[in-house]
């Protein structure tokens, strides 16, 4: 069974398009994330998300909303598209730290390309 | 805010040779969790090893293992008998103890086995 899934493992869409990224975990974890990794393979981190609170990473441009209709999903989506948001977006998941292990688990990726 | 910083952005080494790769980092907490993560061509980001702070002992996971220096704030990731399946990008990652914030990731190491 997959720990971390999204959907879809590639996007390729036009500028100006409103898109969605879906991503579920099956790990009864609390907090899940998201984070874009660049052209050069930086990693950083757009939003974490517990039942709770939603934390947003004040670089990234409010067309970036994440979504959480229950504890195991969290959505990302993307309005009016621009070339600069091509990349690789990251799902992850991980427990809350007093329960130990304190590691996210990881989505497979989503490769999102803007033309 | 925390900073992470790998300054070996490729290293080579010859198959069943070792290699070390290094990570520092910047914080001002007393209490925190380190990481390596290693992403292949396959783009699934894999935890290899994890360190609390707290714990003076270095981690190891069979042929991996990290040397960690909390009052240099160094972190270096040694990987012993290197394998074909270990080339891939490793990237260096740290975590608070408190909050949600998620990991915070340096620009990676790409390792390449020389066969």
């Known amino acids: 069974d997959t720990a971390v899934s999204q959907t879809p493992k590639y996007l390729v869409t036009q500028m100006g398009n409103d898109k969605s990224i879906k991503c579920e975990q099956n790990l009864g974890h609390d907090t899940m994330y998201w984070y874009k990794q660049d052209s050069k393979k930086f990693l950083k981190i757009m939003f974490s998300?517990?039942?709770?609170?939603?934390?947003i990473n004040e670089t990234v441009p409010n067309r970036f909303s994440p979504k959480s209709p229950d504890k195991a999903h969290l959505n990302l989506h993307i309005n009016s598209l621009e070339l600069g948001d091509s990349a690789v977006y990251f799902c992850?998941?991980?427990?809350?730290?007093?329960?130990?292990?304190?590691?996210?688990?990881f989505g497979q990726g989503t490769r999102l390309t803007v033309v | 805010a925390q900073t992470v910083t790998q300054s070996q952005p490729e290293m080579s080494v010859q198959e069943a040779e070792t290699v070390t790769l290094s990570c520092t980092y910047d914080?001002?907490?007393?209490?925190?969790?380190l990481f390596w993560y290693k992403q292949p061509p396959s783009r699934q980001m894999i935890l290899v090893i994890r360190?609390?702070?707290?714990?003076?002992q270095n981690a190891t996971e069979n042929r991996f293992s990290v040397n960690f220096q909390k009052a240099a704030k160094s972190f270096s990731l040694k990987i012993s008998d290197s394998q074909l399946g270990d080339a891939a990008m490793y990237f260096c990652a740290y975590r608070s103890r408190g909050g949600a914030d998620g990991l915070t990731f340096g620009k990676g190491t790409h390792l390449i086995i020389q066969p």
């Open positions: 914080t001002s907490e007393s209490d925190y969790y």
């Open positions: 998300y517990n039942n709770k609170e939603l934390i």
């Open positions: 360190q609390e702070a707290y714990k003076q």
């Open positions: 992850a998941s991980s427990q809350e730290l007093w329960r130990g292990k304190a590691e996210a688990f």
